[in-house]
């Protein structure tokens, strides 16, 4: 009976122990050797959270692949924040990529109870944003959250930023929150076969490539959108996209001449997946007759 006893308080006091067990929160970001000196705002507007962060993580290669430059990185940063220096440059999925393996050789981060959010290096975040996502994501909750993402309507970029919306890419600027337990054994190979320096089209998408290695391990992406707390139309009417995000070097205006805009980059990258057999989200299309008998006109959605 004494050992009937004892068991059943200890699966009792595991049980308790796993309904309390807190969900870490890592906060990661990459930036450039020229935008390191500029980033301050965004550093500190993580600093400044009302939930601060398990670890805040800037990950930095030996030289950015893109100029040839190395980093200096200013006292402060080395203070506020873990530096992960890194020997490969991914591109823009340095944000994320080298923070999978740093997490995953840590035993105190639980993939099932560890949530990234990766970020830009050009915005200034809202102050509760960690918090936003820690109260609104429910801890058994698998899905890929960010405050804006868009669907491909007849290869166009259709928004999707209600609350609770739906979104096919999930946009990095708005912050994407995602658990650790997302990233399968298939990660690393894959990331490094789209981010390669000879893939350029795909390695400076990494939105549209991180998103559809989300549809490849069916994790669904949905819209984070509440006013006063964490939204992207805060973002926009508080002005917190810093003026270098609309510089030459932002990827959304080329990238400072080495690349398309987002627009028709995707195309391209879709084109990519799409002859590599590897694309696993979906592209929506709308057609529209009109019957010669009465002039009816009927739309009919075309999903590929």
Request: hydrophobic share 35%; glycine share 4%.
């Amino acid at each position: 009976m004494a050992t009937h006893a004892t068991a059943t308080a200890t699966a009792t006091a595991t049980a308790t122990a796993t309904l309390q067990r807190k969900m870490r929160f890592v906060v990661s970001f990459t930036t450039s050797p020229t935008r390191i000196n500029k980033c301050s705002p965004m550093i500190h507007s993580i600093l400044d959270q009302t939930r601060k962060p398990d670890l805040f993580l800037l990950n930095i290669p030996e030289v950015f692949a893109r100029t040839g430059e190395t980093y200096v990185v200013p006292k402060y940063i080395r203070k506020s924040l873990t530096v992960n220096r890194i020997s490969t440059d991914y591109g823009p999925a340095t944000k994320i990529l080298p923070t999978v393996i740093y997490l995953q050789d840590k035993e105190q981060y639980d993939p099932e109870y560890t949530r990234i959010i990766y970020l830009d290096d050009d915005i200034a975040y809202p102050k509760r944003m960690i918090e936003t996502y820690e109260k609104m994501i429910r801890p058994k909750d698998c899905n890929v959250w960010t405050s804006t993402g868009f669907d491909f309507m007849n290869m166009s970029l259709d928004g999707k930023r209600e609350h609770q919306d739906t979104a096919t890419i999930a946009e990095g600027y708005g912050s994407v929150c995602v658990k650790l337990n997302t990233f399968g054994d298939d990660f690393i190979d894959y990331m490094t076969r789209y981010t390669a320096i000879d893939n350029q089209i795909c390695r400076l998408s990494d939105d549209v490539i991180l998103s559809n290695y989300y549809h490849r391990r069916n994790v669904g992406i949905s819209i984070m959108n509440i006013k006063g707390f964490l939204s992207i139309y805060d973002i926009w009417t508080d002005k917190k996209i810093l003026d270098y995000g609309n510089e030459a070097d932002a990827l959304h205006l080329g990238a400072g001449g080495t690349s398309d805009n987002n627009v028709d980059r995707y195309k391209r990258v879709i084109a990519i997946l799409n002859k590599n057999r590897e694309r696993y989200f979906t592209l929506t299309f709308t057609m529209i007759d009109q019957d010669v008998s009465d002039g009816t006109i009927r739309r009919t959605i075309i999903y590929k």
